[in-house]
Protein backbone atom coordinates (compact mmCIF):
# COMPACT_ATOMS: atom_id res chain seq x y z
CA UNK A 1 0.00 0.00 0.00
CA UNK A 2 1.37 3.78 -0.69
CA UNK A 3 1.81 5.24 2.65
CA UNK A 4 0.88 8.22 1.43
CA UNK A 5 -2.88 7.25 1.12
CA UNK A 6 -4.47 7.20 4.25
CA UNK A 7 -4.88 4.04 6.19
CA UNK A 8 -7.78 2.30 4.11
CA UNK A 9 -8.74 0.53 7.25
CA UNK A 10 -10.51 3.18 8.86
CA UNK A 11 -13.13 4.90 7.16
CA UNK A 12 -11.42 8.09 6.59
CA UNK A 13 -8.65 6.36 4.19
CA UNK A 14 -11.35 6.18 1.36
CA UNK A 15 -12.34 9.94 1.56
CA UNK A 16 -8.94 10.44 -0.62
CA UNK A 17 -9.97 8.09 -3.64
CA UNK A 18 -10.97 9.90 -7.24
CA UNK A 19 -10.40 6.63 -9.13
CA UNK A 20 -10.98 3.14 -8.76
CA UNK A 21 -10.48 0.55 -11.31
CA UNK A 22 -12.40 -2.79 -11.16
CA UNK A 23 -11.09 -6.23 -12.22
CA UNK A 24 -14.23 -7.74 -13.84
CA UNK A 25 -14.56 -11.97 -13.12
CA UNK A 26 -14.17 -12.73 -9.94
CA UNK A 27 -14.82 -8.86 -8.07
CA UNK A 28 -18.19 -7.74 -9.96
CA UNK A 29 -18.83 -11.69 -10.57
CA UNK A 30 -18.35 -14.54 -8.42
CA UNK A 31 -15.76 -15.89 -10.89
CA UNK A 32 -17.88 -18.04 -12.80
CA UNK A 33 -18.23 -18.46 -16.41
CA UNK A 34 -21.50 -20.06 -17.80
CA UNK A 35 -21.00 -20.62 -21.75
CA UNK A 36 -24.15 -21.88 -23.54
CA UNK A 37 -24.56 -24.80 -26.42
CA UNK A 38 -25.00 -22.01 -29.14
CA UNK A 39 -21.24 -20.57 -27.76
CA UNK A 40 -23.17 -17.82 -25.98
CA UNK A 41 -21.47 -16.49 -22.17
CA UNK A 42 -23.57 -16.22 -19.22
CA UNK A 43 -22.20 -14.07 -16.21
CA UNK A 44 -24.07 -12.54 -13.41
CA UNK A 45 -23.76 -9.10 -11.94
CA UNK A 46 -24.87 -7.74 -9.00
CA UNK A 47 -27.51 -5.60 -9.34
CA UNK A 48 -26.67 -3.45 -6.16
CA UNK A 49 -23.11 -3.15 -7.74
CA UNK A 50 -24.96 -0.99 -10.55
CA UNK A 51 -26.11 1.10 -8.39
CA UNK A 52 -22.85 1.97 -6.82
CA UNK A 53 -21.55 2.74 -9.55
CA UNK A 54 -23.49 5.12 -10.71
CA UNK A 55 -23.37 6.91 -6.99
CA UNK A 56 -19.88 6.79 -7.22
CA UNK A 57 -19.62 8.58 -10.39
CA UNK A 58 -22.57 11.03 -9.87
CA UNK A 59 -19.99 12.05 -6.28
CA UNK A 60 -16.94 12.52 -9.21
CA UNK A 61 -14.86 9.64 -8.57
CA UNK A 62 -13.83 8.10 -11.86
CA UNK A 63 -14.76 4.43 -12.81
CA UNK A 64 -12.75 1.49 -15.03
CA UNK A 65 -13.32 -1.68 -15.88
CA UNK A 66 -9.87 -3.99 -16.06
CA UNK A 67 -10.10 -7.36 -17.11
CA UNK A 68 -7.77 -10.14 -19.41
CA UNK A 69 -10.67 -11.40 -21.11
CA UNK A 70 -12.58 -9.68 -23.96
CA UNK A 71 -16.82 -10.10 -23.42
CA UNK A 72 -19.47 -9.05 -25.15
CA UNK A 73 -21.52 -9.21 -21.55
CA UNK A 74 -18.76 -7.06 -20.01
CA UNK A 75 -19.32 -4.36 -23.13
CA UNK A 76 -22.85 -4.31 -22.54
CA UNK A 77 -22.72 -3.76 -18.81
CA UNK A 78 -19.93 -0.87 -18.77
CA UNK A 79 -22.85 0.67 -21.68
CA UNK A 80 -25.68 0.09 -19.59
CA UNK A 81 -23.96 2.06 -16.41
CA UNK A 82 -22.51 4.29 -18.25
CA UNK A 83 -18.81 3.37 -17.46
CA UNK A 84 -16.46 5.39 -19.72
CA UNK A 85 -13.07 3.31 -19.19
CA UNK A 86 -13.41 -0.22 -20.18
CA UNK A 87 -9.90 -2.47 -20.83
CA UNK A 88 -11.03 -5.65 -22.36
CA UNK A 89 -8.11 -8.37 -23.23
CA UNK A 90 -5.40 -6.45 -21.13
CA UNK A 91 -2.21 -9.47 -20.37
CA UNK A 92 -0.75 -6.07 -18.99
CA UNK A 93 -3.27 -4.47 -16.64
CA UNK A 94 -0.40 -2.12 -15.25
CA UNK A 95 -0.45 -0.21 -18.84
CA UNK A 96 -4.31 0.15 -18.89
CA UNK A 97 -4.61 1.69 -15.44
CA UNK A 98 -1.48 3.95 -16.37
CA UNK A 99 -3.73 5.08 -18.98
CA UNK A 100 -6.82 5.48 -17.14
CA UNK A 101 -5.03 7.62 -14.85
CA UNK A 102 -3.68 9.87 -17.14
CA UNK A 103 -6.79 9.92 -19.12
CA UNK A 104 -8.60 11.21 -15.64
CA UNK A 105 -5.63 13.10 -14.23
CA UNK A 106 -6.21 11.55 -11.09
CA UNK A 107 -2.85 10.61 -9.19
CA UNK A 108 -1.40 7.21 -8.33
CA UNK A 109 -1.71 8.70 -4.69
CA UNK A 110 -5.21 8.93 -4.67
CA UNK A 111 -6.50 5.67 -6.87
CA UNK A 112 -7.17 2.23 -5.66
CA UNK A 113 -7.52 -1.18 -7.63
CA UNK A 114 -9.97 -4.02 -6.54
CA UNK A 115 -8.81 -7.74 -8.06
CA UNK A 116 -8.51 -11.22 -7.17
CA UNK A 117 -6.28 -12.76 -8.64
CA UNK A 118 -2.42 -13.06 -9.13
CA UNK A 119 -2.92 -10.71 -12.50
CA UNK A 120 -3.87 -8.25 -10.30
CA UNK A 121 -0.77 -8.27 -7.72
CA UNK A 122 1.76 -5.89 -10.04
CA UNK A 123 -1.20 -3.67 -9.87
CA UNK A 124 -1.34 -3.33 -6.63
CA UNK A 125 2.10 -1.81 -6.76
CA UNK A 126 1.24 1.07 -9.44
CA UNK A 127 -1.67 2.67 -7.46
CA UNK A 128 -2.71 4.18 -4.37
CA UNK A 129 -4.57 1.09 -2.64
CA UNK A 130 -4.96 -2.45 -3.24
CA UNK A 131 -8.40 -3.96 -2.60
CA UNK A 132 -9.03 -7.69 -2.33
CA UNK A 133 -12.25 -9.50 -1.81
CA UNK A 134 -11.97 -12.12 0.57
CA UNK A 135 -12.32 -15.37 -1.85
CA UNK A 136 -9.15 -13.92 -3.42
CA UNK A 137 -5.76 -15.36 -4.18
CA UNK A 138 -4.13 -16.04 -0.87
CA UNK A 139 -0.85 -13.74 -1.89
CA UNK A 140 -3.24 -11.03 -3.14
CA UNK A 141 -4.99 -11.06 0.28
CA UNK A 142 -1.46 -10.29 1.87
CA UNK A 143 -0.83 -7.71 -0.34
CA UNK A 144 -4.19 -5.65 0.11
CA UNK A 145 -4.56 -2.74 1.88
CA UNK A 146 -8.34 -3.37 2.41
CA UNK A 147 -10.12 -6.64 2.15
CA UNK A 148 -13.71 -6.44 1.38
CA UNK A 149 -16.30 -8.27 3.40
CA UNK A 150 -18.79 -8.82 0.89
CA UNK A 151 -17.02 -11.59 -1.53
CA UNK A 152 -16.76 -11.20 -5.67
CA UNK A 153 -20.13 -11.25 -7.38
CA UNK A 154 -22.01 -10.04 -3.78
CA UNK A 155 -21.82 -6.12 -3.48
CA UNK A 156 -17.96 -5.37 -3.59
CA UNK A 157 -18.99 -2.31 -5.39
CA UNK A 158 -22.06 -1.04 -3.22
CA UNK A 159 -19.74 -1.77 -0.04
CA UNK A 160 -17.03 0.32 -1.58
CA UNK A 161 -19.25 3.07 -2.55
CA UNK A 162 -21.17 3.19 0.79
CA UNK A 163 -17.67 3.55 2.67
CA UNK A 164 -16.28 6.17 0.00
CA UNK A 165 -18.89 8.59 0.23
CA UNK A 166 -19.32 7.97 4.22
CA UNK A 167 -16.06 8.68 4.65
CA UNK A 168 -16.46 11.75 2.23
CA UNK A 169 -19.59 12.88 4.28
CA UNK A 170 -22.05 12.49 1.65
CA UNK A 171 -24.03 9.20 2.07
CA UNK A 172 -27.18 10.40 2.08
CA UNK A 173 -28.70 7.78 4.27
CA UNK A 174 -28.44 7.33 7.89
Known amino acids: MNPSLPDATEPTGFAALDAISFDVDGVLTDGGITYTDDGRELKTFNVQDGAAFK ?14 RNSPVVSRR ?42 DLELFEHCGLGIAVPNGHPQILKAAGYVTRQAGGQGVVRELCELLLRARGVWPWP
Do not use: C, P, W
Open 78 to 119: ADELGIRYLYQGQENKVAAFQDFLQRTGVTRARSAHVGDDLA
Open 55 to 68: MLMRAGVQVALITG
